[in-house]
């Protein structure tokens, strides 16, 4: 069976600073891993995605995520945080029947 | 761009009503999802549905029913509501493919409340 760990419920940045924020996944097979964002009042969003052609995988707004097998970890990140990035990310892997397993959600802060 | 439209944003329904969500894609979608959204818990998967009159019980399906007669549509059915099913309620669509192209597309969402 597919799982996906969100390891932070919350996170907290200064603009202009790195932003992780850390997935862990349990997948019998070479899972299919997304991250989506929501921003207050809106709905989900897909930011990027794993297609298994390259493990560093880059999205929308600056954001990227590295899949690494032996750690079982897709962990998002951006260099540099923006106000707007404020809004709760959710790590998702993709089951063989094709069913989305979301994480609990990771809360971005970012402080002025 | 793909679309996904629930019928309403907001609901307020009494104790015991029959409560109809709707959703409506127009990407020729085979797949499609409710999920239930809750501080904490992230989105929990309700029910599923691959193919027209096709449906699979997710990981919280007590409670709820669906109804998918025809592709671009997936109706959510709370047959007797209460407070606890109070929630914000996430409709998707995606391809039928098990691979990272079958990416889901959401709705706005439809936020029920149950006095």
């Known amino acids: 069976a597919q799982s996906v760990t969100q390891l932070d419920s919350h996170v907290s940045v200064s603009e202009g600073t790195p932003v992780l924020l850390r997935c862990n996944y349990s997948s019998s097979y070479s899972p299919s891993l997304f991250w989506y964002v929501q921003h207050p009042n809106k709905g989900l969003q897909l930011l990027l995605k794993y297609t298994s052609a390259a493990t560093l995988v880059k999205g929308i707004n600056g954001f990227e995520a590295e899949f690494k097998k032996s750690e079982t970890s897709f962990h998002l990140t951006k260099p540099s945080a923006h106000m707007s990035d404020a809004a709760e990310y959710f790590c998702?892997?993709?089951?063989?029947?094709?069913?989305?397993?979301f994480g609990q959600g990771t809360t971005l802060q970012v402080k002025p | 761009d793909v679309k996904v439209t629930q019928s309403s944003r907001y609901l307020v329904k009494r104790t015991g009503e029959k409560v109809f969500l709707e959703c409506v894609q127009d990407m020729d979608h085979e797949n499609m999802f409710w999920y239930r959204q809750d501080p904490g818990l992230g989105l929990r998967l309700i029910y599923f549905?691959?193919?027209?009159?096709?449906?699979e019980k997710g990981d919280i399906p007590e409670g709820y029913s669906v109804s998918r007669e025809k592709k671009e549509r997936f109706s959510l059915i709370l047959e007797s509501a209460s407070t606890n099913q109070t929630s914000m309620y996430l409709c998707a669509s995606s391809l039928l493919s098990t691979g990272a192209l079958g990416e889901a597309f959401f709705g706005q969402g439809t936020r029920l409340t149950v006095v």
């Open positions: 549905s691959y193919d027209v009159k096709m449906k």
């Open positions: 998702v892997v993709k089951s063989n029947t094709g069913k989305l397993i």
